[in-house]
């Protein structure tokens, strides 16, 4: 049993009769209960109870953190006091428990890690090319719209020369909590790398995105600007043109005298949708009779 984000305790692995939680008694699990007091005194004890458990031994978890859970064991008869040998394997369990916790905990932060920017703690390119792909195929399949934008911090080149790269750091940071703070909570901003971020915006279009754009960039710490290129997707494009139209969007607003947000083109998909449908309209041909008259 470990612990809930209420300090109770909950039971995250179980084993017993028909692969069945043992039925504890109502309150052993909460804060004060018997178990949590378990936890708290860091020592194992043997309760008496009544109902389906009639005894319980709690053995505490440790990892190199401190307590992490309790091992519970509960048996349908009266084990007091508790057979010296059991106890002993009891305390066995509870340390393998502690090493499979371990485990897990690192490799739950190395896949955090793994998908984490370390400077700015914001997503990086492995975390935002799946949601963009996941986006993508919900935008699809409920016929919602969604947009993209490519950020780059101005002059930021300039900047690192003049305060030193410690300090260019530091505007990354802060304009990455910056923004951050300013979307929604279904937004993705992610650093798209050096200077430059990238967000999706799903369910919205590009007059709204602009909008909000142009409040995000406001936001930029230290005195310094940012240029902001955006692309609503078509329906139909894949990733990568997407991103290619926010890109040069970007780069027309950087073109432009920097500090200002610029909407992309439409995508080159549209004129052979186009295309399509006037070949669609052609005239059937006239006979050749109809023509000599």
């Known amino acids: 049993m470990e612990r809930d984000a209420a300090g109770g305790l909950v039971c995250t692995a179980a084993v017993g009769p028909s692969g069945a939680t043992p039925a504890l008694p109502p309150g052993a699990a909460r804060p004060g209960g018997p178990i949590a007091a378990a936890l708290e005194s860091g020592r194992a004890r043997l309760v008496p109870l009544e109902g389906p458990v009639r005894t319980l031994h ?30 002993g394997a009891l305390q066995v369990l509870a340390a393998e ?10 490799l739950h932060a190395l896949r955090a890690q793994a998908r984490r920017d370390v400077l700015t703690g914001l997503p990086n390119r492995r975390e935002w090319d799946e949601r963009l792909a996941a986006e993508r195929a919900r935008a699809r399949r409920e ?13 930021f080149k300039r900047y690192n020369d003049l305060h ?5 750091d530091v505007v990354l940071r802060e304009a990455a909590a910056a923004w951050r703070g300013a979307l929604r909570v279904t937004d993705l901003l ?23 754009l142009d409040r995000v960039r406001g936001l930029t710490p230290r005195g310094q600007t ?15 043109e997407l ?18 947000t610029v909407v992309a083109g439409p995508s080159v998909a549209a004129p052979d949708l186009r295309v399509a449908v006037t070949l669609a309209e052609v005239p059937r041909p006239r006979a050749a009779a109809e023509i000599r008259g």
């Open 58 to 87: 709690l053995t505490p978890v440790h990892d190199a953190g401190g307590l992490v859970g309790v091992l519970a064991v509960g048996w349908g008869w009266d084990r007091v006091p508790l057979p010296e040998q059991v106890a």
């Open 97 to 106: 428990a502690a090493v499979a916790l371990e485990r897990a905990n690192l």
């Open 143 to 155: 016929g919602q719209p969604f947009t993209v934008a490519l950020l780059d911090l101005d002059h």
């Open 164 to 168: 030193g790269h410690p300090a260019g």
């Open 190 to 212: 992610a650093r798209w790398g050096g200077e430059e971020f990238a967000l999706l915006l799903p369910g919205c279009r590009a007059a709204e995105a602009v909008l909000l």
């Open 226 to 240: 940012c240029s902001a290129g955006l692309a609503e997707w078509d329906g139909r494009e894949e990733a990568d």
């Open 243 to 260: 991103i290619a139209r926010a890109d040069a969007a970007l780069y027309e607003a950087k073109g432009g005298g920097r500090d200002r």
